[in-house]
């Protein structure tokens, strides 16, 4: 069973910076593509940035793309988020998920998922 742990969560102001990281443990995770999404209340989860076992293969949403950056260490187990020019619009639960299918990954099918860490952005 794969477990999915994230942090790095927290307040900033907008235009500020924040780094989310997801230890994975439980499984060699290398082999599985990998993504974070975000929601907030009342609104769908949506996949915000993914990308494949080896990093081969990278998606972005429009809303974050040239702000984030999302990589990998799979010697570490980890998946991180390098948020910046935060925007309240960011505000958001950002949780991390991994799936051996890349095809499925961005579509929530059959992920497995971390509990999720806030992100808020004050304006």
């Known amino acids: 069973e794969v477990q999915l742990v994230e942090s790095g969560g927290g307040l900033v102001q907008a235009g500020g910076s924040l780094r989310l990281s997801c230890a994975a443990s439980g499984y060699d995770i290398s082999s599985f593509a990998m993504a974070w999404f975000r929601q907030v209340p009342g609104k769908e989860r949506e996949g915000i940035a993914g990308?494949?076992?080896?990093?081969?293969?990278?998606h972005y949403d429009d809303s974050v793309k040239g702000r984030f950056n999302i990589s990998r260490d799979n010697t570490k187990n980890t998946l991180y988020l390098q948020m910046t020019n935060l925007k309240s619009d960011d505000t958001a639960m950002y949780c991390c998920?991994?799936?051996?299918?890349?095809?499925?990954?961005?579509?929530?099918?059959?992920?497995?998922w971390g509990q999720g860490t806030q992100v808020t952005v004050s304006s």
């Open positions: 998920a991994a799936n051996p299918r890349w095809s499925f990954l961005l579509r929530g099918v059959d992920n497995y």
């Open positions: 990308l494949t076992s080896q990093s081969s293969l990278i």
